[in-house]
């Protein structure tokens, strides 16, 4: 039993759940469901309660769906897994916007005409390869190859490595959203980030690792999400991807990146990008103009004072050696 507020009564009172059938607007049609409600004690009525009402618009929704013959939402995320196409990638193929993929993934109910073509796109292939060499141009570097190996029935050095893959995105987007910056991990947006700044100059590992971190947490300072979904924690050198020797180890076999060893008294190995990432195809506008930032106010700084000026943060004092760094800690930011 809760306390809630009734509109009927006009007051706070106790609230009991309850099973009903209730009628339920979707695209100008009435849909009726039996869903789980909370119940005024005093007056019967049904009151508001968040919880019950998001699931029981799904359940409306999903009724619709099937009686339309819609897709929903998993249905469409499986269409890209079969492709192994990002939201992006897809919509790029389609000629959509990018916001229209996530909206249907979301629970947004497509439009019958976007509805027929995602259906001829899962289940005619030579419809779907007419569409990728048609747009294949618009799709980033490692999506592009991924297709190439399904289109061309060519093979892909990816197929050895896609365990480890599989297995960075489930750690990374196991971890709650505060870790991840309110953001999916994606193997694909994470080589563009780092080639996006090997490409400007040689850099190393050590600082390519603080720039990401910058580029992540400014990101999610100015637009409420990061740029990658990676999650960071405190080391020895300042902020740095968990795992970062894994998600490296991932690049290299994919073939997006190679190291090449700094030759001097210094220990240590340059990143050097295989992909290029500049246009703006592979990136939003916001998430170019942050990258940019980032680059214009720390690219000239060296791997040793990126690590001093990332131990004054917040994000590094008030967190505890190899701890996760939550990304409220974004609005602390001092660099610049």
């Not at 029981?56 to 269409?79: F, H, M, S």
């Not at 050895?160 to 910056?181: A, C, H, M, P």
């Amino acid at each position: 039993m809760k306390t809630l507020w009734c509109d009927n009564c006009q007051q706070a009172n106790k609230a009991v759940e309850a099973i009903r059938t209730e009628t339920y607007p979707v695209k100008g049609e009435s849909i009726e469901i039996e869903g789980r409600f909370m119940v005024c004690s005093v007056c019967e009525e049904i009151v508001y309660y968040n919880e019950f009402e998001e699931k029981n618009l799904k359940t409306a929704y999903d009724k619709y769906r099937q009686q339309k013959g819609l897709l929903g939402p998993e249905d469409i995320v499986n269409i890209r897994k079969k492709y192994k196409l990002s939201q992006r990638g897809m919509a790029a193929l389609l000629g959509w916007s990018p916001t229209t993929i996530a909206r249907y993934e979301g629970g947004a109910i497509p439009s019958v005409a976007n509805n027929e073509q995602l259906k001829r796109f899962a289940s005619d292939f030579e419809y779907a390869r007419q569409l990728y060499r048609k747009s294949h141009d618009k799709l980033n570097p490692l999506e592009a190859r991924r297709a190439k190996s399904i289109f061309e029935n060519s093979k892909s050095d990816e197929e050895t490595v896609e365990d480890s893959v599989q297995w960075l995105s489930r750690f990374y987007n196991s971890k709650i959203e505060v870790f991840r910056g309110n953001q999916q991990f994606d193997i694909d947006t994470a080589a563009c980030m780092i080639a996006f700044f090997c490409q400007q100059e040689k850099i190393s590992k050590s600082k390519l690792m603080k720039l990401l971190f910058y580029a992540d947490f400014h990101m999610y300072r100015e637009h409420g999400k990061s740029i990658s979904g990676l999650v960071y924690c405190h080391n020895h050198f300042g902020p740095i991807p968990l795992h970062h020797g894994m998600l490296l180890d991932c690049l290299l076999n994919l073939q997006t990146i190679k190291l090449e060893d700094i030759e001097g008294p210094y220990e240590g190995e340059y990143v050097v990008p295989l992909i290029t990432c500049s246009d703006r195809n592979v990136f939003t506008e916001e998430e170019f103009n942050v990258l940019n930032e980032v680059w214009q106010h720390l690219g000239k700084y060296s791997a040793k004072d990126l690590s001093i000026i990332s131990y004054k943060e917040d994000a590094y004092q008030k967190t505890a050696l190899f701890q996760a760094i939550p990304y409220s800690f974004a609005y602390s930011l001092s660099a610049f």
